[in-house]
Nanobody, 115 residues
Framework: QVQLVESGGGLVQTGGSLRLSCAAS????????MGWYRQAPGKQRELVAA???????NYANSVKGRFTISRDNAKNTLYLQMNSLKPEDTGVYYC?????????WGRGTQVTVSS
């Protein structure tokens, strides 16, 4: 089992920045993909950014150039640096770790961007 705990969310004005963290514990060996997803009210959960075990990153078009995903293997922590935030970035942000076809989700952290 893998336990994931997100933190760093909050209320920020348009143009502001936040850094989300996802602390992992448990059996995190062989995790091959780590990612951030978000879910806005009334919408489906969507991929924001992902990073593979080899360091390859992937971003949603809507956040390219503004968000950066990274990880600290020594701290078993995944990060999402979010800059130039927009109201449409509002939602609950979840981290997800994948080991093949097995997925682990955190409980999420709320990000609210005011206009």
């Amino acid at each position: 089992q893998v336990q994931l705990v997100e933190s760093g969310g909050g209320l920020v004005q348009t143009g502001g920045s936040l850094r989300l963290s996802c602390a992992a514990s448990g059996s995190i060996f062989s995790i091959n993909v780590m990612g951030w997803y978000r879910q806005a009210p009334g919408k489906q959960r969507e991929l924001v950014a992902a990073i593979s075990s080899g360091g390859v990153t992937n971003y949603a078009n809507s956040v390219k150039g503004r968000f950066t995903i990274s990880r600290d293997n020594a701290k078993n922590t995944l990060y999402l640096q979010m800059n130039s935030l927009k109201p449409e970035d509002t939602g609950v942000y979840y981290c997800k770790f994948s080991r093949g076809s097995v997925y682990y989700w955190g409980r999420g952290t709320q990000v609210t961007v005011s206009s």
